[in-house]
C-alpha cells in the first residue's frame, strides 16, 4: 500500500483538506483508507457502554459490529504507541493510506500552513515534507507550495507523489 502523510499544527486544516481530497481520489479508481493520530485524551469509548465495560474488565480486544460496519478497540494499556507500519499491516489493503498527523513518524508529508494560525512552517526540520499545502505566499520555500484551496490540484500531487498519476 502506498503512504501519504498530511501534516501541520492543531487547527491548520488537515481533516477539512482530506475530506475535500478523499472523494477526488475516489472518482480517479482508488481505494482510500486514512489513519489518524489522535490527541492523547481522545477516546471512541463511552463509560457505561457494554464495550467500555469489557474493557474495563481486562479484554485486550473489543469488537463491535453493527450492520453497517465494525471496530476493533485494542487495549494498549503500557504498551508503546505502535509505529505506522504495525497499524497499516492490520489495514484491509488499499491502493493509498493517507496519514493525518504523525508529525514526527518516518513517510513522506505534505504540510498544511495557514498564515492566520501564525505557526512557524514544519518543512525546514523536516526533510520528508515533499510539498506544503498553504493559503499565502511561502518566498524561498524548498519545496513546492500548493495551493490550499485547490484540493484537485493537491490531489493531482498526491495521485503524482505516490505514482499513481505521471506528472
Same mark, same amino acid.
Given at each position: ?13 488537515? %481533516? ?17 483508507? %486514512? ?30 459490529? %453493527? ?36 508529525? %514526527? ?63
Amino acid at each position: 500500500m502506498k503512504v501519504m502523510g498530511i501534516v501541520g499544527w492543531s487547527g491548520s486544516g488537515k %481533516t477539512s483538506l482530506l475530506i475535500e481530497v478523499l472523494p477526488i481520489l475516489k472518482a480517479q479508481g482508488l481505494k482510500v483508507s %486514512t489513519m489518524k493520530h489522535a490527541h492523547h485524551r481522545f477516546d471512541v469509548d463511552n463509560p457505561g457502554k457494554d464495550s467500555f465495560r469489557h474493557r474495563e474488565a481486562g479484554a485486550s480486544e473489543v469488537l463491535v459490529v %453493527t450492520s453497517s460496519r465494525w471496530v476493533l478497540m485494542h487495549e494498549s494499556r503500557e504498551e508503546p504507541e505502535p509505529s505506522i507500519e504495525s497499524l497499516i499491516e492490520r489495514m484491509t489493503p488499499v491502493d493509498l493510506v493517507l496519514i493525518e498527523g504523525f508529525k %514526527t513518524h518516518h513517510h513522506a508529508k505534505l504540510e498544511i500552513h495557514r498564515e492566520s494560525e501564525g505557526k512557524p512552517l514544519l518543512c525546514p526540520d523536516d526533510p520528508e515534507i515533499v510539498a506544503v499545502a498553504s493559503d499565502c505566499p511561502l518566498p524561498g520555500l524548498k519545496v513546492p507550495r500548493l495551493d490550499l484551496n485547490d484540493p484537485s490540484a493537491i490531489a493531482d500531487f498526491i495521485l503524482i507523489q505516490t505514482g499513481f498519476k505521471q506528472p
